[in-house]
């Protein structure tokens, strides 16, 4: 068994944990959770404020554990943190019209459970290897 740095299995713990909470949470709710999401896509402050929260985390992520060997677990963790922090950056740059244009481009209504379904099997992977390591 190989060492495991203490803070790539603390930040797959969170990120896995997360994942699931937000996954099942969101397929518990599905109504619900379509209407606050394209609610939040259609609006401009709002997603200004998300916008600036994803970055900020994704440059935690990437500064904290910029990790490209060791495993799969420490590039998938880092892999997570680039793609916060790139998802944020995009969309700050993005005019607000175009990120709605987007949105409705994926068809999220019908996307939505294949998405939650994807991030809650990241979520098992990332706990499960984290309380493993």
């Not at 299995?9 to 599905?30: E, H, N, Q, S």
């Not at 987007?102 to 068809?107: E, G, K, L, R, T």
């Amino acid at each position: 068994m190989s060492f495991m740095a203490p803070l790539t299995i603390y930040l797959a713990k969170l990120l896995g944990f997360y994942c699931i909470i937000v996954a099942l949470a969101m397929l518990a709710d599905r109504r619900n959770s379509l209407a606050t999401v394209n609610a939040l896509v259609h609006d401009a402050p709002l997603m200004f404020v998300v916008d600036i929260i994803t970055i900020g985390l994704g440059l935690a992520f990437v500064l904290g554990h910029n990790i490209w060997t060791g495993g799969v677990l420490p590039v998938v963790v880092t892999i997570l943190g680039w793609a916060t922090l790139l998802k944020g950056l995009v969309l700050l740059a993005l005019p607000q019209g175009r990120i709605v244009r987007f949105y409705q481009s994926v068809q999220y209504e019908k996307s939505m459970v294949p998405i939650m379904l994807g991030t809650l099997a990241l979520g098992l992977y990332l706990t499960i290897a984290a309380f493993s390591a």
